[in-house]
């Protein structure tokens, strides 16, 4: 028997019971007459415990073992005459009778502390040894927790848990599809999914009513740190819904998540239009641990001879609190950098302070006078020891500059507290997005979602504009200005899909051709039906206050899109390619 107990399980209680104990050696520290070893495992770590005096080989032999060597020792559990309140079985120590080595390790990269040495690429090489620290342990532990919770839900609700196929055609969602050769047809490819979209509803018309999955997407984006080229989506469909039923059921699947795994009981979710999200936070996933709502100014600051309001589409600010003082003149000014760098775009920035000594502070005094600036204030809601900071120009760029500018105060003031979980609802998405660049309109979630039903006749018969207009019946879940999952109703009409991608710019056999199993899927007797996908590995950071899923990913890939372990991508053999039909066409190529 390598082990009667773990290395986190022995206790006071326990006091002269002889056991057998496995684990790495954690640290070995050396105290003349005795020799003290942390041993670790999964469980936790047990202070081990060899005295020179009684047992000098053994000592001897202790002393010799390096870290994250893997050794078994029995002996008796001892109570420590120095306690350690700081862990679980700090109040015991084992001494040690006997000790046997399991196996040597070489000295590892980087420190299996909780805080590492270790910096990305050499813990991802290394991830075996990353996964021996508890932070990753217990992120993993999370993890499958969470996996279990969501299918305890969802079996409860009556959802089935269906596989569907890995190699499949392209569904277009937006992203690059990853392909696979295909060696039985030459020259023919599989698409890796980037979602089990088509499947998913093609289930619905198959009768069974509520689909789930835990389910591996795949997405050949440029990679962001939050992104990865796979990931898991709790993915699901249900027949017979409307929008309310939807969010009924997934918001009380986050609420049992969060009530089961973190002991955290949400309130309702509160729900905002797409249309509201933009005005009020210039993002359709705005982090509402905070206010600094945005006020839009465009009917009081202009036509006071200020040109650049007065000429802007919009003029927009928000309420910064109690920062009037600790703003000094060179944080407006780093600020305005910041602002002015090309990822944001600012051309400027206002700033009105209203300090605590009464007095008012602005960029823009020569054109607004103090009374003026003192009838903002009451429109802000502001107090002496705020600040305004105000941004103008084109609405939509506008908001979106003002948005970062929101979450960077935010950041600055610490007003994204760890722990305090905001969920939002936002609904009514636009149907469709223009896209300047390619003169095309694109699907704003995917091409299977559902105008609204007041919508329909304007996409049937509709103009440019009107189509600009239409909205869906889509939504997302947003927590702390993290996009945890997004659906729709989808289309369950074989016109109205045709009609869709005739918008998106289809032809009619490119349509047919990509997606006539789905619409032909129609002419049986589809049922209504929509549904969702949360992101299962951003769920998790999000719940555990992180911003990067990779940690939550026993394998994760690095930004180039590579497994460091394994070392992926990798070129194939000649004959491999060979017999994948794809040597020649390389050649064709040069
Ligand atoms: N397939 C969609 C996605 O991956 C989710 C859905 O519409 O259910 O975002």
């Given at each position: 028997?390598?082990?009667?107990?773990?290395?986190?399980?022995?206790?006071?209680?326990?006091?002269?019971?002889?056991?057998?104990?496995?684990?790495?050696?954690?640290?070995?520290?050396?105290?003349?007459?005795?020799?003290?070893?942390?041993?670790?495992?999964?469980?936790?770590?047990?202070?081990?415990?060899?005295?020179?005096?009684?047992?000098?080989?053994?000592?001897?032999?202790?002393?010799?073992?390096?870290?994250?060597?893997?050794?078994?020792?029995?002996?008796?559990?001892?109570?420590?005459?120095?306690?350690?309140?700081?862990?679980?079985?700090?109040?015991?120590?084992?001494?040690?009778?006997?000790?046997?080595?399991?196996?040597?390790?070489?000295?590892?990269?980087?420190?299996?502390?909780?805080?590492?040495?270790?910096?990305?690429?050499?813990?991802?090489?290394?991830?075996?040894?990353?996964?021996?620290?508890?932070?990753?342990?217990?992120?993993?532990?999370?993890?499958?927790?969470?996996?279990?919770?969501?299918?305890?839900?969802?079996?409860?609700?009556?959802?089935?848990?269906?596989?569907?196929?890995?190699?499949?055609?392209?569904?277009?969602?937006?992203?690059?599809?990853?392909?696979?050769?295909?060696?039985?047809?030459?020259?023919?490819?599989?698409?890796?999914?980037?979602?089990?979209?088509?499947?998913?509803?093609?289930?619905?018309?198959?009768?069974?009513?509520?689909?789930?999955?835990?389910?591996?997407?795949?997405?050949?984006?440029?990679?962001?740190?939050?992104?990865?080229?796979?990931?898991?989506?709790?993915?699901?469909?249900?027949?017979?819904?409307?929008?309310?039923?939807?969010?009924?059921?997934?918001?009380?699947?986050?609420?049992?998540?969060?009530?089961?795994?973190?002991?955290?009981?949400?309130?309702?979710?509160?729900?905002?239009?797409?249309?509201?999200?933009m005005k009020?936070?210039g993002?359709?996933?705005?982090?509402?641990?905070?206010?600094?709502?945005f006020?839009e100014m465009n009917d009081f600051a202009k036509g006071?001879?200020f040109g650049v309001f007065d000429g802007a589409e919009l003029v927009v600010g928000?309420?910064?609190?109690?920062?009037?003082?600790?703003?000094?003149?060179?944080?407006?000014?780093?600020?305005?950098?910041?602002?002015?760098?090309?990822?944001?775009g600012a051309k400027g920035?206002v700033?009105?302070?209203?300090?605590?000594?009464?007095?008012?502070?602005?960029?823009?005094?020569?054109?607004?006078?103090?009374?003026?600036?003192?009838?903002?204030?009451?429109?802000?809601?502001?107090?002496?020891?705020?600040?305004?900071?105000i941004l103008s120009g084109e609405t939509e760029k506008t908001r979106k500059q003002l948005?970062?500018?929101?979450?960077?105060?935010?950041?600055?003031?610490?007003?994204?507290?760890?722990?305090?979980?905001?969920?939002?609802?936002?609904?009514?998405?636009?149907?469709?997005?223009?896209?300047?660049?390619?003169?095309?309109?694109?699907?704003?979630?995917?091409?299977?979602?559902?105008?609204?039903?007041?919508?329909?006749?304007?996409?049937?018969?509709?103009?440019?504009?009107?189509?600009?207009?239409?909205?869906?019946?889509?939504?997302?879940?947003?927590?702390?200005?993290?996009?945890?999952?997004?659906?729709?109703?989808?289309?369950?009409?074989?016109?109205?899909?045709?009609?869709?991608?005739?918008?998106?710019?289809?032809?009619?056999?490119?349509?047919?051709?990509?997606?006539?199993?789905?619409?032909?899927?129609?002419?049986?007797?589809?049922?209504?039906?929509?549904?969702?996908?949360?992101?299962?590995?951003?769920?998790?950071?999000?719940?555990?206050?992180?911003?990067?899923?990779?940690?939550?990913?026993?394998?994760?890939?690095?930004?180039?899109?590579?497994?460091?372990?394994?070392?992926?991508?990798?070129?194939?053999?000649?004959?491999?390619?060979?017999?994948?039909?794809?040597?020649?066409?390389?050649?064709?190529?040069?």
């Open positions: 028997m390598y082990r009667t107990n773990t290395c986190g399980e022995l206790r006071i209680q326990d006091i002269d019971k002889i056991v057998t104990l496995s684990g790495w050696v954690q640290k070995s520290r050396d105290l003349g007459g005795m020799t003290f070893i942390d041993l670790r495992d999964r469980y936790g770590i047990t202070q081990l415990v060899f005295n020179m005096e009684s047992n000098q080989e053994l000592c001897e032999k202790a002393r010799k073992l390096g870290r994250e060597f893997v050794i078994q020792v029995e002996g008796i559990v001892r109570e420590r005459s120095s306690k350690n309140p700081n862990r679980a079985t700090g109040d015991i120590e084992i001494e040690v009778t006997s000790l046997k080595e399991l196996n040597k390790s070489k000295v590892p990269p980087f420190t299996i502390e909780d805080d590492t040495d270790g910096g990305d690429d050499l813990r991802m090489k290394y991830r075996y040894l990353d996964i021996r620290r508890s932070p990753l342990q217990n992120n993993l532990i999370f993890r499958s927790k969470l996996a279990l919770e969501t299918r305890k839900y969802l079996d409860i609700q009556g959802f089935i848990e269906i596989e569907t196929p890995f190699l499949i055609k392209s569904t277009p969602e937006g992203a690059r599809d990853f392909v696979v050769p295909s060696r039985l047809n030459a020259g023919q490819f599989y698409a890796l999914p980037q979602s089990p979209q088509t499947f998913k509803q093609i289930l619905m018309v198959g009768g069974m009513d509520k689909y789930f999955q835990i389910v591996k997407c795949f997405r050949d984006e440029d990679l962001r740190a939050d992104r990865q080229p796979e990931f898991t989506q709790i993915d699901c469909e249900m027949s017979y819904v409307h929008i309310d039923d939807i969010l009924n059921t997934f918001e009380g699947l986050t609420k049992h998540l969060f009530q089961h795994t973190l002991g955290v009981t949400l309130p309702d979710f509160p729900r905002m239009s797409y249309d509201d999200a009020k936070y993002s359709d996933k705005p982090d509402l641990r905070f206010g600094m709502e006020v006071h001879g928000i309420c910064a609190k109690g920062v009037s003082e600790s703003y000094s003149n060179s944080t407006m000014k780093e600020l305005t950098e910041w602002m002015q760098r090309p990822q944001i920035l700033y009105v302070k209203y300090n605590t000594d009464g007095t008012i502070k602005s960029t823009i005094g020569k054109f607004y006078n103090d009374e003026t600036l003192n009838e903002w204030k009451e429109k802000f809601g502001a107090e002496n020891g705020d600040c305004l900071f948005n970062e500018l929101r979450l960077e105060i935010a950041k600055r003031e610490s007003l994204m507290k760890n722990g305090d979980f905001k969920p939002l609802w936002v609904i009514d998405f636009p149907l469709l997005e223009w896209d300047e660049d390619s003169k095309r309109f694109h699907a704003m979630h995917h091409p299977f979602t559902s105008p609204k039903i007041a919508d329909i006749p304007n996409m049937l018969s509709g103009d440019h504009e009107t189509m600009k207009n239409l909205r869906a019946d889509a939504y997302d879940l947003v927590i702390n200005g993290s996009e945890i999952g997004g659906g729709s109703i989808r289309i369950h009409d074989r016109a109205l899909q045709a009609k869709n991608f005739e918008l998106l710019g289809f032809s009619k056999e490119e349509a047919e051709n990509q997606f006539g199993f789905l619409m032909g899927a129609f002419e049986y007797g589809a049922p209504p039906h929509g549904g969702i996908a949360f992101g299962f590995d951003r769920l998790c950071a999000v719940m555990n206050n992180q911003s990067s899923i990779r940690d939550y990913i026993a394998f994760p890939k690095n930004n180039q899109g590579r497994d460091m372990m394994i070392d992926a991508p990798s070129l194939i053999h000649e004959e491999q390619l060979d017999e994948l039909n794809l040597k020649l066409d390389l050649k064709k190529n040069d």
